[in-house]
């Protein structure tokens, strides 16, 4: 079974330019998350779905972020425009739902802004 | 508030045994997580305790004391390829399988 997919690996873009990021959970899972993770730091919830309703977006930054799960499975981050210090790793998970589910991340997407 | 406490690094030798602790402030405390992640890779599941008590599965055993605010994850007979981070989680009630991460501990193993 295919784990949790993330495109691209890596991405290197000016300050002030728009990047996405696209994430497809495990086949089944109906909760997606998006976490950031700063360098030496745990992950940091962003935005949480129940299929395609973002149900927890408290730590979204909307001034600059944006993100969409428009038929519940797959998903994209999108940061318009970058700053400096958005510069990290950008990790997507999926569970099957509920209190209990465990967590599955992907590999996440490195994003230098320069 | 919200804080977990893990230590930043720990160092220990193959087939030793390394214990790394967590506490943890929170309110709605639902159980503790654990996660392993190797250099650029991704976080992978460990362990969860809901309950008091020590879960073990394999080399790795987790345990947790509610009223003490405290866990701990032990890894037995190190292997290099344990060098990674350790991050205590903390789901939390309420916020529906939210997790909330410590800063992470990373491990070296040493011949």
């Known amino acids: 079974e295919a784990g949790v997919v993330q495109s691209p690996r890596y991405k290197i873009i000016e300050k002030k330019q728009p990047v996405a990021f696209w994430c497809n959970p495990i086949?089944?899972?109906?909760?997606l998350y998006w976490y950031l993770q700063n360098l030496g730091q745990g992950p940091e919830l962003l935005i949480r779905?129940?299929?395609?309703?973002?149900?927890?977006d408290s730590q979204l930054p909307k001034d600059r972020f944006s993100a969409e799960r428009l038929k519940g499975v797959d998903s994209t981050l999108k940061i318009q425009p970058a700053e400096l210090g958005d510069s990290a790793v950008y990790l997507c998970?999926?569970?099957?739902?509920?209190?209990?589910?465990?967590?599955?991340f992907g590999p996440g997407t490195r994003l230098l802004v320069l | 508030g919200q804080s977990l406490e893990q230590p930043s690094e720990v160092t220990a030798v193959e087939g030793a045994i390394v214990q790394i602790n967590c506490t943890y402030q929170?309110?709605?405390?639902?159980?503790l997580s654990w996660y392993q992640q190797h250099d650029g890779g991704a976080p992978t599941f460990l362990s969860y305790?809901?309950?008091?008590g020590l879960e073990e599965t394999g080399r790795f055993s987790s345990f947790l004391s509610r009223s003490d605010s405290y866990g701990y994850l032990l890894l037995q007979e190190l292997q290099m390829k344990d060098s990674a981070s350790y991050f205590c989680?903390?789901?939390?009630?309420?916020?529906?399988?939210?997790?909330?991460f410590g800063a992470g501990t990373r491990l070296a193993v040493h011949p």
């Open positions: 998970a999926s569970s099957l739902g509920g209190s209990q589910e465990t967590q599955y």
């Open positions: 086949s089944g899972h109906n909760t």
């Open positions: 779905y129940e299929n395609e309703e973002a149900v927890d």
């Open positions: 929170t309110s709605g405390f639902y159980g």
């Open positions: 305790n809901a309950l008091d």
């Open positions: 989680a903390v789901k939390k009630t309420g916020g529906y399988n939210k997790l909330i």
